[in-house]
């Protein structure tokens, strides 16, 4: 239910509410100008009484007693009824303000109820969306790689900086010059999750690479913003890990 519907109701509801209120403390009011009207009565005859004790009969007195009792007794039952209309008053406003409050239980647990169903649809349109994206030609694309060797060596074995290009037979990408890619940019990057991963950021491979000279090096290929180079170098080059080990040697 819409949060209009929830107030117009609520709304409805209290219409007659004042008029009921209105009501009540009206007679309330009436009640209480009765009873002081019989206390005055009780006052004037009490002082009656008081006054004329030694000059009233047996039955007169009796009498005043019993006109005494009698206010007193009118003066309970308004007050009982006063008692009767503040009840009633309260129980009026009170089951407002329990309606109240469960018109805003309910109000929230659908709002509750709405936001999940919002985040599960944005879930699931954004699936649908990334699963799009990595379509069979998106991800061909993405994995087109350049990897670089140095033009003097094809084997690992000859000591010489390794230059490899690789690229996706199955799908003839766009010419796309990757140039310096930033690590990361990766994160952009549609790739799949079960590519293998190198360098010292552990990303796919992307851009230019170097091959350290280091046979038993373990990473092996690295990309060339994360270890500070520009172009390729001349000569044999090892990783920052082969470099701290051969001088601890």
């Known amino acids: 239910m819409a949060a209009g519907m929830y107030l117009e109701h609520y709304l409805d509801s209290i219409e007659n509410l ?3 209120l209105q009501r009540n403390f009206t007679l309330m009011r009436d009640l209480d100008t009765r009873t002081e009207d019989l206390k005055g009565q009780i006052d004037s005859l009490a002082r009656e009484y008081t006054s004329n004790t030694h000059t009233l009969s047996s039955e007169q007195k009796l009498s005043l007693l019993r006109q005494i009792q009698q206010s007193y007794g009118k003066c309970k039952e308004f007050g009982d009824d006063k008692v009767q209309l503040a009840m009633q008053t309260y129980e009026m406003v009170d089951k407002h303000i329990r309606r109240l409050d469960t018109d805003l239980a309910r109000f929230e647990a659908d709002l509750k109820e709405k936001k999940i169903e919002s985040t599960d649809y ?3 349109s954004s699936k649908g969306i990334k699963s799009e994206l990595r379509g069979p030609k998106e991800k061909k694309v993405a994995r087109t790689r350049l990897k670089v060797k140095s033009d003097d060596d ?3 074995k000859s000591g010489q900086k390794k230059v ?3 690229q996706a037979p199955e799908f ?3 010419t796309v010059n990757f140039g310096n890619v930033h690590p990361s940019d990766v994160l952009d990057m549609p790739v799949d999750p079960n590519e293998p991963t190198y360098c010292l950021c552990h990303q ?4 230019e690479m170097i091959g ?6 373990s990473i092996e290929w690295f990309h060339f913003a994360c270890v500070g180079l520009t172009t390729k170098p001349r000569g044999k ?3 920052p890990r082969c470099t701290q080990e051969r001088k601890k040697k």
Request: charged share 20%; net charge negative; aromatic share 14%.
């Open 237 to 239: 080059w090892y990783c």
């Open 122 to 124: 944005d879930s699931t």
């Open 164 to 166: 490899k290009l690789t």
């Open 172 to 174: 003839t990408a766009p």
């Open 204 to 207: 796919v491979s992307y851009g």
């Open 154 to 156: 094809c084997s690992p």
């Open 18 to 20: 004042p008029f009921e």
């Open 212 to 217: 350290c000279d280091n046979t038993d090096c």
